[in-house]
């Protein structure tokens, strides 16, 4: 079967017009934990987010009409609809972060040159293996976050809310945008070698100012010289849970492969009890709960365990 072909999760991705009325009341000024350092490493990369969001919308959407799998076409629009929204609702929340005086509007603007400089130059297709690179950044954040939510026992209700959905919805659609690369590239090793030259480019472009927006980010705040803050970042981090090692470790290296799919990761059964509750409710913070829950008593049980529990 090839690659392309694989329709795991089509059904699940599904749009929810949600607004969270993200402002300085409910983001406070240390959103993560109340922890200087790992909230504003979280803010150098919501800064790329709503932005991201928009470009690897266009690349979609100049793709519908190329597509000619129905399934996938049908994911691809409503991907499109829920990028929309996640866009939207981040930039209410980075909007709160300037009210706080850390300057992301700044940061926006650069990443915002730095997309229109790369659309001008890469063709519609390597913009959308781009989408495909970064959607699978974004699913395996979300993964990591999604298998270890005590990361977020001290942070607002609303601040989990908002981020739950989206990191519910970011699992949701994981494959899409790597199917439609997969079909409009027409697949092969031509596709493999587009999609090893964004993820190269991607992250020399990326990693260092996402880096540099950090400390940025922290000198404003002044918080550079908060060590114990620091230190806690940097066992979040990289030592337990390790969210970065973590992400290394199930993003880059299973990428590298030629026969790489998004769902070889088929992390399903850890999105269902949130969904559940969500359809049962209509409220975001209950579907949090009910995630938390089912985290607590089956997040380390065995895969099928997992799914009937959920
Ligand atoms: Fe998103
Ligand atoms: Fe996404």
Redesign the pocket.
């Known amino acids: 079967m090839a690659i392309a072909s694989r329709k795991i999760g089509y059904d699940e991705v599904e749009h929810r017009d949600l607004s969270f009325g993200m402002s300085p009341e409910t983001v406070p000024r240390h959103w993560f934990n109340n922890d200087p350092w790992i909230t504003h490493c979280m803010n150098a990369i919501l800064a790329a987010v709503p932005d991201g ?1 928009r470009w690897v919308m266009q690349a979609m959407s100049k793709q519908l009409d190329n597509l000619h799998d129905p399934s996938v076409r049908k994911a691809a629009i409503n991907f499109i609809r ?2 929309r929204t ?1 866009a939207r609702e981040h930039d209410a929340m980075n909007a709160a972060m300037v009210a706080h005086g850390i300057p992301m509007d700044r940061v926006e603007a650069v990443f915002k040159a730095v997309r229109k400089t790369l659309q001008r130059h890469l063709g519609d297709v390597t913009q959308c293996a781009m989408a495909a690179t970064f959607e699978h950044f ?1 699913a395996v954040i979300s993964q990591v976050m999604l298998d270890h939510p005590e990361l977020w026992d001290d942070t607002s209700p609303e601040v989990s809310a908002m981020l739950y959905w ?1 990191f519910v ?2 699992t949701e659609h994981k494959s899409v945008s790597f199917d439609v690369f997969q079909e409009v590239s027409g697949g092969g090793v031509r596709a493999y070698a587009i999609r090893m030259a964004t993820l190269v480019l991607g992250t020399a472009v990326f990693m260092p100012v996402v880096n540099g927006n950090w400390l940025y980010f922290l000198w404003k705040d002044r918080q550079l010289t908060n060590i114990p803050s620091a230190l806690r970042a940097v066992k979040t981090l990289f030592f337990a849970p390790g969210i970065f090692r973590r992400a290394f470790l199930i993003d880059v290296l299973p990428f590298l492969s030629p026969r790489f799919h998004p769902w070889d990761a088929d992390n399903r059964d850890v999105i269902h009890a949130w969904k559940r509750a969500y359809e049962k409710t209509g409220d975001t913070q209950q579907a949090y709960q009910a995630f938390r829950q089912w985290h607590a008593e089956f997040g380390s049980g065995a895969p099928a365990e997992r799914e009937v529990a959920a």
């Open positions: 969001e829920q990028e996640h974004t989206h919805e970011e």
